[in-house]
C-alpha cells in the first residue's frame, strides 16, 4: 500500500499560521524506484544527505496550538515541491536539481534517464501539484477567515555545505532565516530573528539558502501573506552520521515552540 502524497495537520483553525515542510520525507513510492541509477547503499546515502531529518517533529507546535501543518510525504529525489515548476524561473536547474533532479549532492547521475515530457507531467501531475493546490487551499482560507496568513517554511541544512549548494562557506550559522523582497516585512524578521539572538544562536539572512515558499496565487500579487523561511543546522539536533536524534533534539524542538508562541502573541496578535 502506497503512502498518502501529503498530509495536512490541523485541528479547529484559531490563528493564521501554515508550516510548508517540504523536504522531510524519505519515500520512494516503488513506482519510482527502478527509475535511479543508485544502488541501495547510494539511495541511503543520497538520502541521509538531503533530507530535512525530523523537521516535521521539530516544528509540530503549529498545529496543536490552531495553526496548520502541510508536509509533503514523498522524498525531494522523486520531485522537489520547493522548487519552481518552470525551470526557466528556477536557478538549481544549473546543479541538476530543478524541479525534477537529474544529480545527486555531489553531482553524479540520479536517473537512468532525463525524464521526457510525458513522463515528467506524470510526476508533476501524480507528486507536485496536487501538493501545491493543498497548501494554496490552506492559505487561502486562512485569508478568508483572517484576512493573513503567515507562512513558516521549515528546513534543515547540513553543518558543512554539500558539493551542490551555491554557498560553499565552512562556517554556517545556527539558523538561517530566508526572506522574499514582497512577502517578508521587516517586523517578521525582527520578530524572529531577535528570539534566536536573544537566545545566543548564530543567525544569517539569506545564506547560505535565500528565499521563502509562497503558493504561486499569491506569489508577487498578495501583501496579506508574508512568509520567512527558518533552516535548521542539523549540527543542533542531529547525528549527521546516522540521521538519528542527537540529545540536542528535544531542547530544539522546545526552542522552535517557543518561537511559534511568541509570534502568535506578538506578531500575529492571537
Known amino acids: 500500500m502506497e503512502t498518502e502524497l501529503f498530509v495536512i495537520e490541523k485541528s479547529t483553525l484559531t490563528i493564521p499560521l501554515l508550516a510548508n515542510i517540504p523536504h522531510s520525507s524519505i519515500y520512494i513510492p516503488s513506482l519510482i524506484r527502478p527509475s535511479f541509477a543508485l544502488s541501495e547503499n547510494g539511495l541511503n546515502t543520497e538520502l541521509l544527505k538531503m533530507t530535512d531529518w525530523f523537521v516535521d517533529d521539530l516544528f509540530s507546535k503549529i498545529s496543536t496550538i490552531g495553526g496548520v501543518v502541510a508536509k509533503c510525504n514523498v522524498s525531494r529525489l522523486v520531485v522537489d515541491p520547493e522548487r519552481f515548476e518552470d525551470d526557466e524561473k528556477e536557478s538549481m536547474v544549473c546543479k541538476g536539481m530543478g524541479v525534477i533532479y537529474t544529480k545527486t549532492h555531489d553531482g553524479r547521475s540520479l536517473r537512468k534517464h532525463l525524464p521526457s515530457d510525458i513522463e515528467r507531467d506524470d ?62 516585512t521587516k517586523d517578521l524578521i525582527e520578530a524572529i530573528g531577535g528570539f534566536f539572538h536573544k537566545h545566543d544562536f548564530s543567525m544569517a539572512l539569506n545564506r547560505p539558502f535565500e528565499g521563502t515558499y509562497v503558493p504561486l496565487k499569491f506569489l508577487g500579487k498578495d501583501e496579506r501573506v508574508s512568509s520567512i523561511m527558518i533552516e535548521i543546522n542539523r549540527r543542533l539536533y ?33
Not at 243 to 256: A, H, V, W
Open 123 to 184: 510526476l508533476l501531475n501524480r507528486y507536485y501539484r496536487p501538493y501545491h493546490k493543498a497548501v494554496q487551499d490552506e492559505a487561502q482560507a486562512m485569508l478568508d477567515l483572517f484576512g493573513q496568513c503567515l507562512i513558516l517554511d521549515c528546513h534543515s541544512f547540513s553543518s558543512k555545505p554539500l558539493p551542490y549548494e551555491l554557498v560553499q562557506d565552512p562556517n554556517m550559522p545556527d539558523i538561517c532565516l530566508g526572506t522574499d523582497q514582497f512577502h517578508t
Open 238 to 270: 542531529l547525528d549527521e552520521d546516522t540521521g538519528q536524534k542527537s540529545d540536542g533534539f528535544g531542547k530544539i524542538k522546545d526552542m522552535l515552540g517557543d518561537v511559534v508562541q511568541s509570534l502568535r502573541a506578538g506578531y500575529l496578535n492571537m
